[in-house]
């Protein structure tokens, strides 16, 4: 919606040191800033922000980008919610594409019902402080359960009068329409014409969006009366879908993705006690039982899940139930049961924050171990029943990616079930069989469904395939918002990794800086001509037929190239900072935050004064070709002296020779040129 030249305009605008400055503390150290990574736990820091370039790089996490990346990664906003913010902070009016009438009118509708939301969450929190039967009845039962003020405030708690529709004529008197009202379901109109507020005499508990709207609310009864229900939740409406939020993930994001877990709670009490605890980590799936979009929601920000329930049976049951669900869902569970007749709420209350801490650190199980313990109490002597759970148990350890785990747990339940390994190792194998079976006919169906999508891509046979390194692994090429990615992100084992990684840092770094060339004229006469830096490297890369080894660099260069065949703009910090391949991404940008140190190491290797770069591009360029192409003779040279010694015939010998003596001819040409470079 938001227009390209508005784009433009905000990144244009924006600082990111002042945009990530807001969210950790940075030092200035040279040209870049450098803190606390917030991604990961760190005492040192190493978290570069290059205000020059508008990028930042984590070296510890690996995680990198531009500003709306940071925003994305570290807020959790949509692309376009975090150019917002960043329109909002430098006070640029967005200029959005023409919205159709029916957008507009939805658009305004839901406005109507955030706004509607907000007023009300104020009103209730106001009470809480400012009315007297809210703070007698209200803020008493939150400060009777420890919970601070600081926290009332952060999970935005209040209070509602018991009278028929306060809310609702306040709201009236200050201009929401009655549609706005029945649509958040905070007003209920009855076909009589009677008018009444939802929720009369119950503590407020907001329920907020991602980036932190009010949306909706759940309202507690605090009186002993029998016919009230506990809780009383907002309805489903245009901006509230409560199968798809969890309570406190607003406040407990930031927890989360540092934690890199996350706790699950059965309420929003729970939630609130939890982070009044230091356990700030924690959300609830409130009103609802657990579902897939919620815990898509908190893939999100982590792969690992404990689940905390009561110990009585129905708490054990939802425990069973959300823990196959999780893992379903590839996430890695855990579970955590309290004592019968205790919750995280009232556990904390009567042993203290640092006592539910230990609680939680000492009994956290591994879902097997939870799983088969409660089915196995279950069965006692009932063969038949036995032979249920025993299957159930082993298609949950069939779950499991780990080999050594899985053997663990099969010496563990066979040695509870008083059977032989052997039995249930085959039975695994029988289940993991059947698995693999599965997913193999479903890849398959995927790679036809592909094939027919897509024409093979042509395969040029003048063109050798660029030597890959074999077994290397670079880790996922894509990763989940919010994981880590690998920290080690260069192939270690490339050759020829220091020249490619120069050439590469030219590219990123000078590409666009034009340098003097000697160029020969119609009469073969050497003429000087002006080429930027990125046109001199391609033209002697791609003129040579010359590959990169290390993959990620060649997708780098191919960028750069094609943007000078077709005479494009050349790539910029933002391009790599929002390139979906991580690797790329990553490693284009820890090369513009680590600009260019390798020719500094040099001059001060042999002991010459450090030079300003700018003046010594041009030599630099050249070393770097060079040096790039005398590399790349040396690969040839080792793989023809390979071939000769594994050569069959004396034709093959000779052939073989020939090459050898051109390649040594061409490796002596580059190493004079050099020569008169370096000294
Ligand atoms: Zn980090």
Known sequence: MINKETIDRIMDATHIEDVIGEFVSLKKRGANHIGCCP?????????????????????????????????????????????????????????????????????????????????????????????????AIGLSYFHQRG???????????????????????????????????EKTGLTIFREDGKVYDRFRGRVMFPIFSISGRVMGFSGRVLSKEKQAAKYVNSPDSEIYNKSHILYGLFQAKNAISKANKCYLVEGNVDVVSMHQSGVCNTVASCGTSLTNEQIRLIKRYTPNVTVLYDGDSAGIKAALRAVNLLFEEGMHVRVVL????????????????????????????????????????????????????????????????????????????????????????QELAKTMAA?????????????????????PAPQDPGVPPPLMPEEEDYGPATIGPGHTAPTQILPSHNPAEAQEKQLISLLLNFGSRKVTIETLDDNGQEQPA????????????????????????????????????????????????????????????????????????????????????????????????????????????????????????????????????????????????LNRVIV
């Open 39 to 135: 991604f990961h736990n760190e005492k040192t820091p190493s978290f570069y922000v290059s205000p020059s370039k508008g990028i930042f790089k984590c070296f510890g996490c690996g995680k990198s980008g531009n500003a709306v990346g940071f925003l994305m990664e570290h807020e959790h906003y949509s692309y376009p919610e975090a150019l917002r913010y960043l329109a909002r902070k430098y006070n640029i009016p967005i200029e959005e594409e023409e919205m159709t009438e029916e957008q507009k009118e939805r658009q305004n509708e839901r406005d109507g019902l955030f706004h509607v939301s907000e007023f009300a969450q104020k009103y209730f929190a106001d009470l809480l402080y400012n009315d007297e039967m809210g703070r």
């Open 147 to 181: 919970m601070s003020d600081e926290i009332i405030k952060t999970f935005g708690l209040g209070y509602c009068k018991e009278g028929w529709s306060d809310f609702t004529d306040h709201a009236r008197r200050n201009g929401y329409s009655d549609l706005v009202l």
């Open 435 to 455: 698995k693999a079976q599965k997913a193999w006919k479903e890849e398959n169906r995927r790679q036809q469904q592909a094939a027919t999508q897509q024409a």
């Open 338 to 425: 309290f004592p019968d007749g205790e919750d995280p709420d009232s556990y904390a209350q009567k042993y203290g924050s640092t006592q539910l801490q230990e609680y939680l650190a000492t009994h956290e199980e591994n879902f097997v171990k939870f799983k088969s313990r409660v089915l196995l109490d279950d069965v006692q002597n009932d063969p038949i029943r036995k032979t249920e759970v025993l299957k159930e148990i082993v298609q949950t350890i069939a779950l499991v990616p780990d080999m050594l785990e899985r053997q663990e747990y099969i010496s563990e339940t066979a040695f509870k079930l008083h059977m032989s390994e052997q039995v249930l190792t």
């Open 530 to 673: 002006e080429a930027t830096i990125a046109e001199v490297i391609v033209d002697e890369v791609c003129g040579d037929e010359l590959k990169f080894d290390n993959p990620v660099y060649q997708t780098i260069f191919d960028l750069f190239s094609q943007a000078v065949d077709s005479q494009q703009p050349l790539p910029d910090a933002n391009l790599f900072a929002m390139h979906e391949d991580n690797m790329v991404r990553n490693t284009a940008l820890s090369l513009m935050i680590n600009s260019y140190t390798v020719s500094k190491q040099w001059y001060e290797k042999k002991h010459i004064a450090v030079p300003c770069i700018e003046t010594h591009l041009r030599e630099d360029l050249d070393q770097s070709i060079l040096t790039f192409k005398q590399k790349k003779v040396d690969q040839l040279l080792e793989a023809n002296s390979y071939r000769i010694r594994e050569s069959k015939t004396p034709e093959d010998t000779d052939i073989l020779m020939a090459e050898r003596k051109q390649l040594t001819e061409i490796r002596r040409l580059l190493c004079q040129k």
